[in-house]
Structure formats: C-alpha cells, structure tokens
Antibody, heavy 118, light 112 residues
C-alpha cells in the first residue's frame, strides 16, 4: 500500500525559503502514469493546488505561485520535494503531498503545518 | 485560476440524500471529464471519493456518486450516515493559464 510522508521545517521566517520533502513508501516514485503533487490548506480555509511533477520530469505550477515554486524528484531516495521562496504569513498552511493521476489526488500524506513567523 | 464554486454548507438527516454542486467554466469542469471529489474530516488529510466525474476508487461506498451537466458537477450522497459529516471539496483539471488543477471552496456537510 502506497504511503506518503511529509517532512521539513515547521517554522520559517518571512522572506526565507520553505523546504519540504515527501517520502514515498510501498511503491516506486518512478512508476509510469503518475505525477507527484503538493497541495496546501491555510488554517480554516480550503485547498490550493501548488503544482506537480510528472514521471518525465516536466513540472506544472499554480500560476499564482509559479515565480516562487520549485518541485523536484530524487529517484534514488524515492522522494520528491517542494521549495517555496520569499515566504510571507500568507504562506502559513498545512502542506500535503499526494500522488496524482487523471488528475486526481490519491493517496495523500498526513500533512505538515508550516508557520511563517519571525 | 479562479476557484470552483461550491455551496458553503448543506445538511440532511440520516437516511436522506443530499447533493453538493460544483460550478466552473468551459475551461475546467465543462471542458473535461476530470472532476474529482474529496472528503475531509477535521484534522485529517482529504480522501478521494470520486474521480473522472463518476468513478469510485476501490473501498469507497456506493452511497457516493458523481455526475456532471455542462459546467456544473455534482456529488450525491445517499442514505446519509453520521460519519458522512465532513467537508467536501471538488477539483477539476483546468486549461486556463496553465495545465493544472483548481479546487472548489469546500462545502460543510452537517448530518442533523
């Protein structure tokens, strides 16, 4: 059974870069037909798609975040990562990683809260 | 990318059926059969309930069904149970601006 687990810093200072990693277990991140995605949810608010990376390495990002986002894959470690630069308080959210197909997201990681504060 | 439009809340009694709507445009919901629905209980990660408009993943109850007409998709839950009380989100592939995904604002389902 595929499982995803987010990890990274839970507290980031304004203007710095948020970095998160999603470890994939129970399957290979190199499996064809899937992409790997990041989604976030500010406290008490709805879901926002951040972006995904395809098996080919192609990336697609939410236009509102595109200038600040980088998603990459480390196949040797079976994990993928998110970097979000120049963060502000508006980037405070629970960040989820998920496998994507069709595109639908399943399964999801448990989520990790990232707070932007000095 | 504009968010898809969902009602903020819906409610129903145990055993009843409810429907949650999700309205977009011809660039997302209306243009592709790539609408998904997610259930999220408080403090938990979302769970995929429906994909490609009307398909249920393995393990999801057949009380959950999806459909689409024009630019509006719908999630119907029949035989409401207390455990169905949760937030529900729709999402769709979108061809506007970038080849990505847009979510609805979410609907709080209350089982009376």
């Amino acid at each position: 059974q595929l499982q995803l687990q987010e990890s990274g810093s839970g507290l980031v200072k304004p203007s710095q870069t948020l970095s998160l990693t999603c470890a994939v277990s129970g399957g290979s991140i190199s499996s064809g037909g899937y992409s790997w995605s990041w989604i976030r949810q500010p406290p008490g608010k709805g879901l926002e798609w951040i972006g995904y990376i395809y098996h080919s390495g192609s990336t697609y990002y939410n236009p509102s975040l595109k200038s600040r986002v980088t998603i990459s894959v480390d196949r040797s470690k079976n994990q993928f990562s998110l970097k979000l630069s120049s963060v502000t308080a508006a980037d405070t959210a629970v960040y989820y990683c998920a496998r994507a197909f069709s595109p639908a997201f399943d399964p999801w990681g448990q989520g990790t809260l990232v707070t932007v504060s000095s | 990318q504009s968010a898809l439009t969902q009602p903020a809340s819906v409610s129903g009694s145990p055993g009843q059926s409810i429907t949650i709507s999700c309205t977009g445009t011809s660039s997302d919901v209306g243009g592709y059969n790539y609408v998904s629905w997610y259930q999220q209980h408080p403090g938990k990660a979302p769970k995929l309930m429906i994909y490609e408009v009307s398909n249920r993943p393995s393990g999801v109850s057949n009380r959950f069904s999806g459909s689409k007409s024009g630019n509006t998709a719908s999630l119907t839950i029949s035989g409401l149970q207390a455990e169905d009380e949760a937030d529900y989100y729709c999402s769709s592939y979108t061809s506007s601006s970038t080849l990505g995904v847009v979510f609805g604002g979410g609907t709080k389902l209350t089982v009376l």
